[in-house]
């Protein structure tokens, strides 16, 4: 179970990735040229955050069920504090991931409600690129 649901999260972030770059240039595309906000741009929203919340949702299994390295983590935490690994995993992944998720979440809440204002499309490309270096920070270890 623990070996299944860690490859399709390995494997998932990239879906993730590549459909928000998508969403993000045709956003941007849209916001530049002043074009309406279409169905197949819903559409392609609606994809992103099923894939972003199924990729929470297979995380925190991961978190807080079936991952070994997370349950010898919990047991000890303090310790796992001054490991600069053990924490990246139990802190740092974490927040982040979730943040990243809140961020993609309003940016399409703004989206859906108010499609046709140029200035919401700017906030709605603003938070997408914020999802984007966040995800791809912490997914691809840029900083590290």
């Given amino acids: ?47 992103l955050m099923i894939l972003l919340h199924s990729q929470l949702v297979i995380g925190l299994l991961l978190y807080f069920g079936v991952s070994p390295i997370m349950k010898d983590i919990l047991s000890d935490f303090g310790a796992s504090m001054k490991n ?11 927040f982040g991931m979730v943040l990243a998720i809140i961020i993609a979440q309003i940016g399409a809440s703004k989206a859906k409600n108010n499609y046709r204002c140029p200035k919401i499309q700017n906030r709605v490309c603003l938070f997408q690129h914020c999802l984007v270096f966040n995800f791809a920070d912490d997914s691809l270890g840029f900083l590290e």
């Fill in 84 to 94: 600069s690994s053990l924490r990246f995993w139990s802190i740092e992944h974490l």
């Fill in 1 to 47: 179970m623990y070996e299944v649901l860690l490859n399709l999260h390995s494997w998932l972030r990239w879906f993730v990735l590549g459909l928000a770059i998508i969403v993000i240039y045709q956003n941007y595309n849209g916001w530049k040229s002043v074009k309406v906000y279409t169905n197949q741009d819903k559409k392609l929203n609606t994809y």
